[in-house]
């Protein structure tokens, strides 16, 4: 990201510290890298202020530990101090790679497990942190963002217990309902896409497609990620169509309603390539179907582009599509845990969101204003427009 002269004139709120928590030390490394590279190539007019002091840094990483006793229970121990710092905890709940010994037994972390250790860094702090920030990029519970009947109501009650707990502002990207933020509406909540990050991860693998309404349909493999599709296929100049899953709500399996067919809502699609926009991709199976109804349909190609990819049951079922033709990518990034025979398919791209995740970093350090980097809008035109100047040398 160009760093605009608004950043090269701002004072910090606090020094920054990246407390990383073990569900996204990946992840975590590449932000602190380009956070290290952010600040030593900005000339800030301030930078003999002592104010200053520990702006520039060799490395951002907060030191602490999370150990855990036989019994399975755990605690947060802080190995230097946080006070006075604008301290940013990254954390993927999503993460199942990491396990953990309980009387002698091996258990995997869940989203809760994740979630407690994260509460107990937070209250580890003790108050002296200059500001807390929370980066949650799958935000926990994002599903269960509103009570339908007698059901508990869990994604809302975590952002208000966080909140009552000291964090300031809460990131996260692509949330299933972002109207979650009504919980807490004092609090900054700050949602992010990966549209930018999407856009150019397709450019560089393909070299040979037109953007436009002739030759692209940006699909919504449902109506709740149709503001997702529009918002995309607005900005490229392409067409939009809508999925339609029609479930059976007197049945419920694994938590959720089943999905008894896919209507499709939109104009005619073949030989067209397409984009299938949405958030995430849980077991896989609806992205699946969904595909397989384009192709059905003569589509030209499939390109499905999630933020979160999860494959909850494995990629048995992707790998057999794949080899099928059902689809002919997917586009995930980086911000949550993948398994790591996923990066070596033949299908899979991945969007870096690295750079741009210590981007908003930087700017909320400073207490920019994010309107430029929550609407990627012009961004995502230009990329366009030199890909479309010279295919080959843009997918070099």
């Known amino acids: 990201m160009t760093y605009s002269n608004d950043l090269k004139n701002a004072m910090p709120v606090a020094p920054l510290k990246l407390l990383v928590l073990n569900s996204a030390t990946e992840l975590g490394s590449k932000v602190n890298n380009y956070l290290v590279g952010f600040r030593n190539n900005v000339n800030n007019v301030y930078h003999n202020d002592p104010a200053f002091q520990g702006y520039v840094e060799k490395d951002y990483l907060f030191k602490f530990s999370v150990p855990r006793f036989n019994s399975g229970e755990g605690k947060a121990v802080l190995e230097e101090t946080v006070r006075g710092k604008d301290l940013f905890i990254l954390t993927d709940v999503c993460n199942h790679s990491l396990t953990y010994t309980m009387n002698g037994y091996t258990n995997h972390m869940s989203p809760d497990d994740h979630y407690q250790d994260l509460k107990r860094v937070i209250a580890a702090t003790n108050g002296k942190a200059h500001r807390i920030n929370v980066i949650m990029p799958f935000l926990y519970e994002g599903r269960q963002h509103r009570r339908t009947g007698r059901e508990s109501l869990d994604c ?94 007197s049945t419920i399996i694994n938590g959720k309603n089943p999905i008894v067919a896919h209507e499709f809502l939109g104009n005619n699609i073949e030989g067209k390539d397409i984009i299938i926009i949405d958030d995430m991709i849980s077991s896989g199976d609806s992205m699946i179907d969904t595909s397989r109804q384009l192709k059905a349909m003569k589509a030209k190609r499939v390109f499905i582009c999630t933020t979160f990819g999860l494959f909850t049951n494995g ?22 845990y993948r398994p790591p025979e996923l990066l070596t398919k033949p299908y899979y791209l991945e969007a870096d969101m690295s750079k741009f995740l210590a981007s908003i970093i930087d700017f909320l350090n400073h207490d920019l204003s994010m309107e430029h980097v929550i609407t990627p809008t012009e961004r995502i035109q230009r990329i366009i427009e030199l890909y479309a100047e010279d295919h080959e040398l843009f997918s070099v």
Do not use: C, W
């Open 315 to 336: 990629l048995d079922a992707f790998d057999q599509a794949y080899e099928e033709g059902v689809f002919d990518r997917v586009i995930t990034t980086n911000l949550n």
């Open 156 to 249: 809302a009650y975590a952002f208000e217990e966080l909140t009552k707990m000291g964090v300031e502002n809460f990131i996260t990207f692509d949330a299933h309902d972002p109207r979650i933020q009504n919980a807490a509406p004092l609090s900054g909540f700050d949602n992010f896409t990966a549209h930018y990050q999407f856009t150019r991860a397709l450019l560089h693998a393909e070299s040979d497609l037109v953007i436009d309404k002739d030759h692209i349909i940006v699909i919504s493999p449902d109506e709740g990620a149709l503001d997702r599709a529009i918002y995309f296929s607005s900005v490229i100049g392409a067409d939009t169509g809508m999925f339609y899953k029609r479930r059976d709500y």
